[in-house]
């Protein structure tokens, strides 16, 4: 059976990891401190450790570098909480082979350490294996990030739930949480994967050329139509047909696609032949469809054709969680769009990036990231490259806890009621648990 040492000082954390790892099939040594993991190491011998980043009497990184000297060939895992990942991926270069961040993904464990463990001989033969069965922290072919907040649960809880089926799927959203990502992603964990995924912006339509963008046209049927054209409908047949603002059709085209959509055939311009298509549609929203129906903008047999499932798109403001988990998801999409290798954000843009309200959600945090990434000389982004407008509202809504004379008092009053639980008491305090170590050093607080 494969050992495998564990160091963490959270014991709750610990003992619960360590369940999950025996539960697996592992056998598991668990240590509190560094210290204690050094006494482990000298008297057992492990398959591979795992590391927590900040530990009460080391840093991690300085026993992943003694771990390296002294059993070079033992693979090492960091284990890290989102704000610190940059520093993770720079661990990596130090020679740990991997990180993983908390809060975890059971099965992106288990695939982290079954990658780790595997050898260097059989790494190049499973390489193409590895590739499909290690879970990744976001899909990188559309851009999805299943965060860690209750509204990214529930998400993601919803899109597994109906991707499987052919239901119709309505997403309501503000602009700029991602409505098409999470389409693209039901398409991807539907059984039509293989097949096209059409995205249309039914606001960019004008409405005399609807029928022509959906259904097609053939050559000569109108003036402008110079050769056939096929349409949105055919296009995605076999597939996934994404209708994004789908409020902005106006009330004569509403009747031609639910017609289409009711029939499952359609008719290109100047043509007197049905085409039978099969397709699943997914629009999205950022109105209110429900008072449109009762306002007499939108059909409202329609609207219940469409609606057969609803998802809703959570705004970053409920995904406060996840805003770190983001931004590095954006650097490393920045990186490779501008060919930097910024690895990462100095705390300072972390806090004024927490305190920001984001009013153009993921959209706005993206540009803002790749304009910081490219105006970025160096290996972190400072606030020195950050857009203006970030800074106005930050006096007016930091919390109590950044000013000074409450510091300490609320740290401690967070550790009372967390019965010392650092990890918790840094959940509390809304701070990563790196800060937290550094305001108890500062404190003199044990």
């Not at 693979?75 to 908390?102: H, Q, R």
């Not at 289409?260 to 100047?270: M, T």
């Not at 008072?291 to 406060?320: C, M, Q, T, W």
């Not at 945090?365 to 982004?381: E, S």
Request: proline share 3%.
């Amino acid at each position: 059976m494969l050992k495998i040492l564990v160091v963490e000082d959270d014991i709750s954390f610990c003992k619960l990891l360590e369940k999950f790892l025996i539960k697996n099939s592992y056998a598991v040594v668990t240590a509190f401190s560094a210290e204690e993991a050094r006494s482990a190491m000298n008297k057992e011998t492990f398959h591979l450790i795992l590391i927590d980043l900040r530990l009460p009497d080391a840093d991690g990184i300085e026993l992943l570098a003694e771990c390296k000297s002294q059993f070079n060939e033992i693979p090492v895992i960091l284990m890290t909480g989102y704000s610190e990942v940059s520093t993770a991926v720079k661990a990596i270069k130090n020679g740990a082979a991997d990180y993983i961040s908390k809060p975890f993904n059971p099965d992106e464990v288990l695939a982290v350490i079954a990658n780790a463990l595997v050898s260097e001989d059989e790494t190049k033969v499973k390489n193409s294996e590895k590739d499909k069965t290690k879970a990744p922290k976001a899909d990188k072919t559309v851009g999805y990030v299943q965060g860690i907040s209750a509204a990214s649960k529930r998400l993601a809880e919803h899109i597994k739930l109906v991707s499987p089926t052919d239901m119709s799927v309505l997403i309501i959203g503000e602009s700029g949480t991602g409505k098409e990502l999470i389409a693209q992603s039901i398409h991807q964990q539907s059984q039509r994967n293989q097949k096209n995924f059409i995205a249309v912006d039914c606001g960019a339509i004008p409405k005399e050329l609807a029928a022509s963008e959906f259904f097609g046209h053939l050559k000569g049927s109108f003036t402008g139509a110079i050769s056939d054209k096929t349409g949105y409908f055919e296009a995605a047949n076999g597939g996934t047909l994404f209708l994004d603002e789908i409020g902005n059709l106006s009330y004569d085209n509403q009747i031609q696609l639910l017609r289409a959509l009711q029939e499952r055939k359609i008719k290109p311009v100047g043509s007197n032949k049905e085409i039978e298509v099969d397709i699943r549609v997914v629009t999205a929203t950022n109105e209110d469809l429900r008072e449109a129906v009762k306002n007499g903008d939108f059909r409202e047999d329609l609207y219940h054709r469409i609606n057969e499932f609803s998802i809703h798109s959570p705004s970053l403001k409920e995904r406060e969680e996840d805003l770190i988990l983001f931004a590095e998801f954006f650097l490393d999409k920045a990186n490779q769009q501008l060919n930097k290798d910024v690895i990462g954000f100095s705390k300072e843009v972390v806090a004024v990036f927490q305190n920001y309200s984001w009013p153009g959600n993921l959209r706005e945090l993206q540009n803002c990231v790749k304009r910081a990434t490219l105006l970025t000389p160096g290996d972190f982004i400072e606030t020195s490259v950050l857009p203006a407008e970030l800074f106005q509202n930050v006096e007016t809504e930091k919390s109590t806890f950044s000013l000074s004379e409450n510091e300490k008092e609320a740290i401690e009053s967070a550790l009372v009621k967390t019965k010392n639980n650092k990890s918790e008491a840094a959940k509390l305090l809304k701070i990563t648990r790196k800060t937290l170590y550094n305001k108890l050093k500062l404190y003199n607080l044990d």
